[in-house]
């Protein structure tokens, strides 16, 4: 877009942008002029939950951060969406009309038609009516028109949502805890009605919605309490009588405590069999003493007598122990092993004691030691053997609690789950409660109040439709200009088509188009004179374009069928002939009106002269009919013999202007180029170029024969 071209054009309508602004204003300003005082009023309502002077008992927020002022922001808004909703919008409706029915002498507003055609009886029955829907807090709608025509009576007067709505402001102020609820009217009093009414009935419903909506928590609550009280409750009894049945106190001590003893035993069971093997070494070493010393027989018969005493009392004393170990440790049993055992002790003393010198002495000593350590071996292997058993007793005793421990296990947990679920609801409840009791109470905080007219809004509607009707004027010329793809100048034409632009010629009313009242100045005005300028500069660029040398025939065609191009021929002629130069021009019917205004002859036709009739020629400008009863030029004759015809008008005239017919037309516009010198095509000012068209016009950039472009009917 061309930012010079889009400012000239401004400057062209710059009187129209200055005059419809100050048309706007006068309308504007007489529109305005009486517009009546608006008085606002506002209330303010005090929600408490940014207060904490207003909560008795705050919850803890699960929300913090972001979260926390999202949750806020969606508390403030649900309440102001609320307040609009046609339940109570429908309660100020009805609080209004009955304020006006009751008081027809003191309205908010002019009575209306509607109102005003009430009798006293029809009055009276609406007030009822309007009462009863009040106190049932019914909604209107347009369908509620009966009897008595409640929606048009509150319609009528201004006082249904809609209208109201449009003058109705409530908002939230960031980081505050107060919400305001302003309206604006011509009636002070009825702003302040309007603006104290909705807060107060909205307080008061919202308050009784709130707590009904608690209560309704509270027995939904209430009764699945009692369910949850009553599975908990048996899932406890289940978990009693299971341990009663099964004899459990508490079944992680008792397994606590066998488990304990079965390590302590199996403690002292590893202590026995490590002496158990320490007797078994003990006794192999005797044994082995005893079988490899003295093997020659002892002295003394005495000596065996003593033997065979220590004999017996050995034999004694194993079978006391084997009965004091198989008889559960009897202490009788007991003493008797140890009385067996003291004999057993003084006999072999005895028997040390008589035979000191005796040989056989060491090896008695080894025998009683042999007879002492399988004493003992026999004690650690009975001891092994009842610890064994003791622990088989216990291992059994142990993993017989273990199905126990499972039933156990799911019964309490069967139970924790139950009791959670309880303890949860029952949270919730008392929530509840508390919230019912000292949740949030919305309060009227400010109420309306009488107030002053607002400022007078005259002259800000003049200035936002001064500039309104200033911006529409400057978009449509914007658009106008952007959707603009005309070429209006030379200098448009040269950067579309890229080719030589030859001279331009300016626009002429088809009223004066009359080239020989125009070069006498017979007009006298401006366009005129640079009409005649402008074709002097072009005849001038044409004889320079032509030269010297043999070239007189000019081709003259056109991009669209334009009618300037004839009077640009016919202007173009009359300038050459002025400078007393004979010039022929060749044209068709469309040339013939301009011709005649002139007083030439337009009765020849070069069909004739081709057919060899004498030309006849005129004092200055000389025309030639070039129609050719429907054939083309080289079906006429050949090429030689036009080519000499041509020859022979070049030797009679200055100047041979030819009127081809348009590039973009089907006709036989080659064959009259291939007898011209140089043409030029014309274009007219304010037409566009199409993308078929730019076809015909790169085309012409191949033809040597082609001298350039002259645009007509620029618009100075």
């Known amino acids: ?416 789950v139950a009791t959670k679920e309880y303890l949860e609801i029952l949270n919730r409840y008392n929530q509840t409660n508390l919230d019912k009791n000292i949740g949030l109470r919305l309060q009227l905080a400010e109420e309306g109040v009488p107030s002053t007219p607002e400022a007078s809004k005259k002259a800000l509607y003049m200035a936002l439709s001064g500039i309104a009707s200033f911006a529409i004027c400057f978009c449509v010329l914007f658009v106008i200009h952007a959707l603009d793809n005309s070429i209006n100048n030379q200098k448009q034409l040269k950067a579309l088509t890229n080719q030589t632009i030859v001279g331009e010629l300016n626009y002429i009313r088809s009223k004066e188009r009359d080239i020989d009242l125009i070069w006498k100045n017979a007009y006298n005005q401006k366009d005129h004179i640079l009409y005649k300028n402008l074709l002097r500069s072009l005849r001038f660029d044409i004889n320079k374009l032509l030269g010297p040398e043999s070239l007189k025939v000019l081709g003259i065609t056109k991009l669209d069928p334009e009618k300037f191009n004839t009077f640009s021929i016919v202007s173009l002629a009359y300038a050459f002939a002025s400078l007393g130069k004979k010039v022929l021009v060749i044209g068709d019917q469309e040339i013939v009106a301009d011709l005649e205004r002139l007083k030439i002859p337009t009765d020849q036709s070069f069909t004739s002269i081709l057919n060899g009739s004498p030309l006849k020629k005129g004092s200055h400008i000389t025309f030639l009919n070039r129609e050719l009863e429907g054939q083309s030029l080289l079906e006429n004759k050949d090429k030689a013999s036009i080519a000499q015809v041509f020859e022979t008008l070049k030797s009679k005239f200055d100047l041979i202007i030819i009127q081809l017919d348009a590039l973009n037309e089907i006709s036989d516009v080659n064959e009259w180029i291939l007898f011209a010198d140089k043409y030029l095509a014309t274009f007219m000012a304010g037409n566009s170029v199409s993308d078929k068209d730019k076809e015909y016009v790169n085309a012409l950039n191949d033809d040597d024969k082609f001298a350039g472009w002259l645009i007509n009917g620029v618009k100075q």
């Open 1 to 416: 877009m061309n930012i010079k071209e889009f400012l000239n054009l401004i400057s062209k309508y710059r009187w129209l942008i200055i005059a419809i602004p100050v048309t706007t204003l006068i309308v504007t300003f007489f529109f305005v002029k009486n517009l009546p005082k608006e008085y606002k009023s506002q209330a303010k309502l005090s929600t408490g939950l940014l207060d904490p002077s207003r909560q008795v008992a705050p919850d803890v927020p699960s929300y913090s951060g972001p979260d926390l002022l999202i949750k806020i922001n969606q508390q403030f808004t649900n309440i102001m969406d609320i307040m609009t909703m046609p339940k109570n919008m429908s309660i100020l409706s009805y609080r209004l009309i009955l304020h006006d029915l009751k008081n027809p002498t003191k309205p908010f507003k002019p009575l209306s038609n509607d109102v005003m055609a009430l009798n006293d009886t029809q009055r009276q029955e609406a007030i009822i009516a309007f009462e009863e829907r009040l106190e049932k807090k019914q909604v209107l709608t347009p369908f509620d028109n009966y009897r008595v025509k409640f929606y048009n009576l509150v319609k009528s007067m201004g006082y249904d949502a809609p209208t109201l709505s449009k003058k109705l402001g409530i908002s939230h102020e960031q980081n505050s805890d107060f919400i305001t609820v302003e309206f604006t009217s011509q009636n002070t009093l009825l702003s302040v009605f309007v603006v104290n009414t909705l807060s107060t009935d909205f307080i008061n419903n919202y308050s009784l919605d709130l707590i009904s909506n608690k209560n309704s928590s509270i027995q939904v609550l209430d009764s699945l309490l009692q369910k949850r009280e009553a599975i908990m409750n048996e899932k406890i009894k289940e978990l009693k009588d299971y341990k009663i049945q099964n004899g459990i106190l508490n079944l992680d001590k008792q397994s606590q405590i066998v488990y304990q003893q079965i390590i302590d035993i199996e403690n002292r069971k590893n202590l026995a069999l490590v002496e158990k093997e320490a007797l078994l070494a003990a006794l192999k070493n005797v044994n082995y003493n005893l079988n490899s010393r003295y093997k020659e027989r002892y002295l003394g018969a005495d000596v065996s007598v003593d033997n065979q005493s220590i004999v017996n009392l050995k034999s004694k004393v194993q079978a006391a122990e084997n009965t004091y170990l198989d008889g559960g440790y009897n202490a009788a049993d007991k003493r008797k092993v140890d009385s067996l055992r003291q004999l057993l002790t003084d006999q072999l003393a005895r028997a040390n004691d008589n035979y000191v010198s005796d040989p056989m002495v060491a090896k008695q000593n080894l025998i009683q030691r042999r007879i002492a350590i399988s004493v003992d071996l026999d004690k650690t292997g009975a001891g092994i053997e009842d610890m064994d058993r003791e622990l088989a007793k216990l291992n059994a005793k142990f993993n017989g609690m273990v199905p126990f421990d499972a039933g156990v296990q799911d019964l309490e947990r069967n139970a924790d």
